[in-house]
């Protein structure tokens, strides 16, 4: 369903009827149009605000980094076997 109008919600007891059929029942929030909702029913239904957006976070590239080469050491040699 696309969205359309304000964002409502029904605070009074009972079920209220939309002209296009639906259905709202207490603690409801639903959209609609303004003129949708009849002047009488104005006391239980109350404009409820739109939650706020939470912000996106951005990825940061990373920094590239440079892998040591492995270079011998006298340590790491081959050590000759006297024969």
């Known amino acids: 369903m ?3 109008g ?4 029904k605070v009074g007891g009972g ?3 939309l002209a296009d059929g639906r259905k709202i029942r207490n603690g409801k929030v639903f ?3 303004e ?3 009849p002047p ?5 239904i109350e404009e409820y605000p739109e939650p706020e957006p939470e912000p996106k976070k951005v990825a ?3 920094k590239a980094t440079k892998v040591p080469t492995r270079t011998r050491t006298k ?3 081959k050590k000759s076997v006297k024969t």
């Open 2 to 4: 696309k969205r359309k």
């Open 6 to 9: 304000k964002r409502w919600r």
């Open 15 to 17: 079920v209220h009827r």
């Open 31 to 33: 959209w609609a149009e």
């Open 35 to 37: 003129d949708e909702i």
């Open 40 to 44: 009488a029913f104005r006391d239980v």
């Open 60 to 62: 940061t590239a990373k």
């Open 75 to 77: 340590s790491t040699e």
